[in-house]
Nanobody, 122 residues
């Protein structure tokens, strides 16, 4: 069982930056691949970024590649999402999730956080 709690969301102007964090409980955090997803108003939840259990590989959605960076600290049981050059279309609730498998498929993730709101003003 893994419990996930996101933090770091907020209101930022277009072009600005935010860093999201997701703290995980449990001693098995380092055995899970982690992902970030988002859901914008009126839209389906979509994949943002993923990282392997060791942190050695990452994978990004095309819409955020080059602007967002996912990382993890297996000592602190935390995964991060550094978001730079934010755009109004990045406005969404952002969720972190844990999976036994590395990738972008929502259905492969077993544990989810409650989400944190990110709002980018133009």
């Amino acid at each position: 069982q893994v419990q996930l709690v996101e933090s770091g969301g907020g209101l930022v102007q277009a072009g600005g930056s935010l860093r999201l964090a997701c703290a995980a409980s449990g001693r098995t955090f380092s055995s899970y691949a982690m992902g970030w997803f988002r859901r914008a108003p009126g839209k389906e939840r979509e994949f943002v970024a993923a990282i392997t259990s060791s942190g050695g590989r990452t994978f990004y959605a095309g819409s955020v590649k080059g602007r967002f960076t996912i990382s993890r600290d297996n000592v602190k049981n935390t995964v991060y999402l550094q978001m730079n050059t934010l755009k109004p279309e990045d406005t969404a609730v952002y969720y972190c999730a844990a999976s036994r498998f590395f990738g972008g498929r929502t259905e492969s993730y077993d544990y989810w956080g409650q989400g944190t709101q990110v709002t980018v003003s133009s």
